[in-house]
């Protein structure tokens, strides 16, 4: 994808089992083949990372994604979530790096992990309000103090 492509990031609320992921890569590669928007093919990708996020994204240089195949991308998922009882859309979930492991909780357990030392501003954190390639490669795994969730962290 171009670094303009257009991405979205969907975080589940837990990690994937191996054949939530071939589900989900069979479904995520259907689902870009016959997506459009107002009938026009969209050049677009899909992926699952860290058997816990699943990456869409779209090439708008050759067709624009319209707010009808936006909802359409969010209807895919929405249908993942209920076919394998999962949560894509907790944007108050925290997933953060815990050694070469990925750890995830509540904002507000991660506010109290802050409190007492166990997370930095040094912890890499996700950004799944990156929205963008470039942004993707750059801002989507990045300390603490340089995410949203920095208000955590004690002064």
């Known amino acids: 994808m171009p670094s303009n492509a257009r991405v979205w990031v969907y975080q589940s609320n837990r990690i994937l089992s191996e054949i939530e992921l071939k589900a989900i890569e069979n479904s995520g590669l259907t689902f870009i083949n016959k997506w459009t928007a107002h009938g026009a ?3 677009a990708s899909f ?3 860290y058997n816990r996020f699943v990456v869409i994204a779209v ?3 050759q067709a624009l994604a ?3 195949s936006v909802d359409k991308s ?3 998922v929405k249908e993942l979530e209920q076919q394998l009882q999962l949560n894509f859309f907790d944007r108050m979930q925290v997933v953060y790096r815990k050694g070469n492991e990925l750890a995830s909780c ?3 357990e991660f506010e109290k ?3 007492q030392n166990l997370v930095n501003e040094s912890t890499i954190v996700f950004n799944n309000m990156v929205n963008n390639k470039t942004a993707f490669d750059t ?3 990045v300390p603490l103090k340089q995410s949203w969730q920095s208000r955590v962290l004690v002064s």
């Open 66 to 68: 319209s707010g009808c």
């Open 59 to 61: 090439d708008e240089a």
């Open 106 to 108: 509540s904002l507000s």
């Open 139 to 141: 801002e989507w795994e």
């Open 113 to 115: 992990l802050a409190s």
């Open 74 to 76: 969010v209807h895919f």
């Open 41 to 43: 093919s969209l050049k």
């Open 47 to 49: 992926d699952v990372l």
